[in-house]
């Protein structure tokens, strides 16, 4: 028995994941549905990776376990790569075409991860690669790329269309509601063209 | 009942609300301070909430509003009750008439904290009622009914959530926000409050006599419950509660402990009803030892038979394997997975433009050969910059220090130790340096705010927890008047006039203090200051890589080259590093 839909969301310290979450959790609320989620703080947001869980449906612990995730959102490449393992053989993931190059490899003159070689390692995955800059920058703002993300993914995400706009319109911050929605409607139709 | 999608944090504070709390103190720490944090920021506030200076401070000034009849709320993380447990201890023989409840938020896995230290022992040991949630809906629902539970029975409540309640999320039914505050009235009573030999013998008796009701009225409470289903069970406590529900098969009994004390008789009526008890708890076996007491034919399994991890935090699959241990099928077999090997790791960072970073590069360029105790903070995170020698506990820096100094170790000491933590608990620590005449540095790390923890205001930042102006303290008379004669404030982000100030530190004996001192660039950001961003001159920069070691997340190779990256917040400090003279202020090559 496994009643809940778990959506993994994984990012960068400042990239937003908690508010994608939020948005996830208040659509959750509109639907009138019960929610879990799960969040990094404190002395693993500086800069460090970090996860956000969401359990649509759930109604018991916030923590998904690795292999059972129903859907993956990653914001950038090798935070994809790391958690991967939270996906059956073969699951969906969605991915910001991206890469922050930890300043770890640098101080530890680690070998520079590259986007083909991150992307060659993902691709038994059912993968959505999405350039979340350029469609956060034609929605107005590049700030607005986890909002993109969330609306690339929102098809494979049992919630309707409109709540999820709702939840983006109460989440964000409301000088930011227009870019914002219009971020969300361009990641829903490049979601829908798939891998680009 | 309105119901709305919160972090278990803000149902907690929205509960204080419903119960209609009058005083709320506490110190910032990783799991608890959203709690304080939203209470200090609602709009009519009919409540007194404060941000105190340690935990201990918090933990008084909460008691003496509960004296005066108040109900009062007292926050900290786990090891923030350690510093508390002084008044703690004796709390539970003078008692108090408003309700007192005692939030010490605990962290499996250490997330973010120096240890694995269970409250619950705590509670064990002052012999105080301890409640301990098992999701976010309880959190909210026992928070709310603790104040009248401290009532009943005059005595604080310690309220015990762990990190996957703190910092988890959850549609959370709500009630309304109180509107019945009570006048605070001290009604002197010495055999009471004043805790002498006399008075503290009988009031120690009065304790333990309650114990039994207590006990009682924690499982009409429905704090501690069970269902019987078969010959076999699981006893759960905490989140681990909630993670076993969703493995548990149905012929298999649960009770949930949620309150202590537990009743014994109430545990022995259950567990003798079974064959075989697995118990299932975070941390210290708190309740396997309970278990462990009343049984007498019960096969117990958990943690003292190897069958359950002692350490770290659990999850529906450390749940599940237990289960499979104790010869329990779970009714979900999760895959065996394993991470991607050889990804980068992507720790937690010190922020680009972070004036720890310039202090510490400073630092170990003058005391090469130097002994570096740390403390609790964002500069903890110095360990990556080889800066950081030892940390233990808050305001240990110093006296860490001290110690290896006094102790014959004839290499340098140089301890950093961060605004908030000084004045929690490093002032004794510089006191006590300077009248044992150790010979050490001591650099105040100033950056105007508790920042690690989510940027509260103390004293140094000049408003408090309310927003309102508070008196302005000064570090620098702070350390003069604990006897420190060489005090030097400097701006870290003038790293040749940083480095000089350590070169004439290391000329000097006795306690020298170098305060550095520089708003957290997180704040200073928020509050519109603006600095223009640097670049490097691909003609000029030679690939040497001293930029490189100074650590800095703007700063990116490619090829042979360094780049600074949209990250950049204009410190301007790499400019100084760079040998060849290649980083510049963008736009002025």
Known sequence: MKPSFDVLIVGIGGQGTVLASNVLGEACIIENRTVRSAETHGMAQRGGSVESHIRIDGELGSLIVPGTADLLIAFDLLEALRYRHYLPAGGKLVVNRHLVVPTSVYQQNLDVPDEESILAALADLDVACIDAAGLAAEAGSVLAQNIVMLGAASRHIPLRPETLEEAVRRCVPKKTVEVNTAAFRLGREAGARGTP | ?589
């Not at chain 2, 999608?5 to 608890?32: K, R």
């Not at chain 2, 404060?50 to 401070?57: A, P």
């Not at chain 2, 104040?147 to 959850?170: M, N, Q």
């Open chain 2, 1 to 589: 009942m309105a119901v709305r999608y919160l972090l278990g944090n803000e149902g907690i504070a929205h509960a204080c609300l419903e119960a209609n709390v009058d005083f709320a103190s506490g110190y910032p720490g990783t799991p608890s301070s959203e709690v304080i944090d939203i209470l200090r920021v609602q709009e009519d506030r009919p409540f007194t909430v404060e941000w105190s200076t340690n935990e201990k401070v918090a933990f008084e000034n909460a008691l003496a509003a509960a004296w005066c009849g108040l109900r009062a709320l007292c926050t900290m993380k786990h090891v923030g009750l350690n510093v508390a447990a002084d008044p703690l201890m004796t709390s539970a023989y003078t008692g108090v008439t408003g309700g007192f409840v005692v939030l010490s938020a605990d962290d499996p896995f250490a997330h973010s904290s120096q240890n694995e230290q269970d409250t619950r022992r705590y509670a064990h040991f002052a012999r105080l009622p301890c409640l301990d949630p098992s999701s976010v809906q309880e959190a909210h629902d026992m928070l709310r009914d603790a104040f009248a539970l401290s009532e009943e029975f005059g005595l604080p409540v310690i309220f015990r959530p762990t990190t996957r309640i703190c910092h988890s999320k959850s549609d959370v039914a709500l009630g309304e926000i109180g509107t019945e505050h009570r006048t605070a009235a001290f009604h002197r009573d010495p055999r009471q409050y004043v805790v002498i030999p006399a008075h503290t013998r009988v009031l120690h008796k009065k304790l333990n006599e309650k114990q039994e009701a207590l006990k009682e009225r924690l499982v009409e409470l429905g704090y501690n419950r069970h269902a019987v289903r078969g010959r076999t069970a699981v006893i759960a406590s905490g989140v681990a509660a909630a993670y076993v529900q969703e493995v548990l098969p149905d012929d298999v009994s649960l009770a949930i402990v949620g309150a202590y004390p537990i009743d014994e008789e109430w545990l022995r009526e259950f567990v003798d009803r079974h064959e075989k008890v697995l118990v299932l708890e975070e941390l210290s076996p708190v309740v396997e030892e309970a278990v462990r007491q009343v049984a007498t034919r019960t096969e117990v399994v958990g943690k003292l038979t190897g069958t359950v991890p002692y350490e770290g935090e659990f999850t529906p699959a450390t749940v599940a394997a237990a289960l499979a241990w104790a010869g329990i099928a779970p009714t979900i077999a999760f895959p065996a997975v394993a991470p991607v090997q050889g990804v980068p790791p992507r720790p937690p960072i010190l922020c680009a433009g972070c004036m720890h970073r310039p202090t510490f590069y400073a630092m170990k360029k003058v005391f090469r050969d130097g002994i570096f105790p740390s403390d609790i903070g964002c500069y903890t995170l110095g360990l990556q910059l080889g800066a950081v020698d030892t940390t233990i506990c808050m305001g240990a820096s110093i006296t860490v220090g001290s110690g290896i100094a006094r102790s014959g170790e004839t290499h340098p000491v140089v301890s950093t130790i961060g605004d908030s933590t000084f004045l929690h608990t490093g002032i004794p620590g510089l006191l006590n340096a300077v009248y044992n005449d150790a010979d050490m540095v001591v650099v105040i790390l100033d950056n105007r705010i508790t920042a690690m923890t989510g940027h509260q205001p103390n004293p140094n930042t000049g408003v408090t927890a309310t927003g309102e102006e508070s008196t302005p303290i000064s570090l620098e008379a702070i350390c003069r008047s604990c006897g420190v004669s060489w005090v030097e404030t400097v701006d870290p982000y003038d790293l040749p006039l940083l480095l000089d100030t350590f070169r004439r530190a290391k000329e000097r004996r006795g306690v020298r203090v170098i305060i550095a001192k520089q708003p957290c660039v997180i704040t200073a950001r928020r509050s519109g200051i603006k600095r223009k961003a640097y670049a490097v001159d691909p003609e000029r920069c030679t690939g040497c890589g001293v930029c490189r070691s100074f650590g800095c997340p703007a700063i990116a190779f490619s090829e042979k080259n360094a780049t600074i990256t949209d990250l950049c917040a204009g410190c301007g400090v790499c400019a100084d590093i760079c040998p060849s003279g290649a980083i510049g202020m963008e736009g002025r090559q």
